[in-house]
């Protein structure tokens, strides 16, 4: 009697083992920055960056937040923006009066991850945006960061004109289960997400 439970909850076991895969192999719906980076290596000027981070594909709708502990400032910044282009994402946060700017790498493999951080406080001339602090920095290279690592996600933007949905061009667009669905995202302009989203 023992073995045949055993037997029974081990192809259970398996059989929830070859379902679980399909899942993870959906495309993402949405960029994303999550994970802890320590910045600096003197006790004045260690950072610690905790980051939770979501927008659209196309850095629609940004939210979430950037979490700050060091030995001058304590604070948790609301996302403003988010850039994700492969494995670089630039994020940015506004708390009053002061704006905050990180540019992080999630390198691949063992290699240690990056991350850029810039304040500007009270200052009329800072960027308002991810695109134009990114543009600021040049395609600045984060130095490596001391410690941590993050997870960043770049999730195909969605359809821009009802062509792309058309001959099959649907499918190329996570989420969608149709022509119908992909042409009705467009006509909307996005106010009618992909069945998966719902």
């Not at 960056?49 to 950037?66: K, M, Y």
């Not at 960027?127 to 001391?146: M, S, Y």
Request: proline share 8%; aromatic share 8%; glycine share 12%.
């Amino acid at each position: 009697m023992r073995s045949k439970v055993w037997v029974t909850f081990m192809g259970i076991v398996a059989a929830g083992m070859l379902v679980v895969p399909a899942a993870f192999g959906q495309a993402p719906m949405q960029d994303s920055v999550a994970g802890t980076l320590t910045r600096g290596s003197g006790e004045r000027d260690t950072i610690i960056w905790s980051i939770n981070a979501v927008s659209g594909p196309s850095g629609e709708s940004p939210a979430g937040t950037i979490e700050t502990l060091g030995i001058l400032l304590r604070a948790t910044f609301p996302v403003t923006c988010l850039e994700v282009s492969g494995n670089r994402a630039v994020i940015g946060g506004r708390l009053t009066s002061v704006q905050v700017y990180l540019i992080v790498v999630d390198e691949p493999g063992e290699a240690q991850d990056r991350v850029l951080d810039q304040f500007f406080i009270n200052d009329p001339a800072a960027p308002t945006t991810c695109a134009a602090f990114n543009a600021q920095a040049g395609g600045t290279t984060p130095p490596v960061a001391a410690s941590g690592s993050v997870i960043v996600t770049d999730a195909q933007p969605f359809p821009t004109s009802k062509d792309q949905c058309k001959n099959g061009g649907w499918k190329s667009f996570p989420g969608f289960e149709n022509q119908g669905q992909c042409v009705s995202f467009v006509a909307t302009a996005g106010k009618t997400p992909p069945a998966s989203a719902h």
